[in-house]
């Protein structure tokens, strides 16, 4: 096949992914997207089973190729099917990692490391190899055999293995599916950190909840093989209109930052856009970006700063907008506190009682906080 030439794009940075794929026959599952992502970070593909999201990444590998396509990464066109180019796998940079860890069973994970990146033809500096190895944190496993790691471990290797080759772009296909809970929360921080330290788009496919509310900054969410809405995450999770707002857990995700420490009553005093809120006591250092999760259920609305109250957090607000909830007892309401935005499930009756309305400025008194 005539390849064409494609020369080094001047397009903004981040990825451009515009894809059909068919696996064939009448009536087959049918890929189609059209979509444009941040550069870096992690961005979440999440969607029912069966919904495209691991052909979606295999079309962005050039494991499968699409009847139309067009794919940029940072600048870099590695499909344009419109002059018929198509870069093979092999000469796209980029790491893959699998549910299944799969590491050769003979090789050291050192060896296994090496081989990787042999493989791909990546020359990574020794210092990018020994940041992998600090921010996954498998110094101490180098000389081990894959048989003595646990899930976890064997993972991190993989990701480590995935990372070695020094690629642009990091595709994980549910990564942590095969852990169990506890390994799950282990790893959790070593994915945190490789989204805030790696300058590298990465799409990770995951179903779960909790895992997308740490990890994600975008969201793509899927159905039966198109895009259902993407964004910001902490946009799409307040937009009523989608079925995220709607779930019993649904809830906003706020970045903060810890302000203090209380030493009186135990508490750690974070700093948001909307103002501050307080949890029970966290040994973080002062300055460290968190992020937290408030739920729609435990954010009630007041019409005035009520201090005789045993509620600890109250942020001053402005309705956006009202809907119906699932359960015709309840309302959501999206709430602005000061750019942030959060989520209210309150009743029909409250609603009423209260006489609210979009525009209107409210206390939203929060319940509880999770530190993510
Ligand atoms: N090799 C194949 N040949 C034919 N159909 C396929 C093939 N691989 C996947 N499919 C079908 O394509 C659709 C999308 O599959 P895909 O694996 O991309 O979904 P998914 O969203 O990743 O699902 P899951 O969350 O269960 O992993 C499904 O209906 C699946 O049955």
Redo the contacts with the bound molecule.
Sequence with gaps: MKQAMVGPSIAQPGIIAKMAYG?GGAG??QLDLDLTLPGQGVSALS?P???????FLRCMAGLLRPSRGYLEVNGEVWQDSQRQYFLPTHRRALGYVFQEASLLPHLSVSRNLDYGARRSGAVSSAASRQKIIDLLGIAALLQSMPSALSGGERQRVAIARALFTAPRLLLMDEPMAALDNDRKRDILPYLERLRDELAIPILY?S?HPEEIARLADTLVLMRQGRCLASGPLTTLLSRLDLPLAHAEDAGAVIEAKVAAHDETYHLTRLVLAGGEIFVPRRELPVGQSVRLQIHARDVSLALSPSHDSSILNRLSATVLKLAPAQHPAHVLAVLDAGGEQLLARITRRSCDQLALVAGQPVWAQIKSVALL
């Design positions: 696996y087959e599952f969607g089973s069966g919904c495209g999201k691991t052909t496919i179903h």
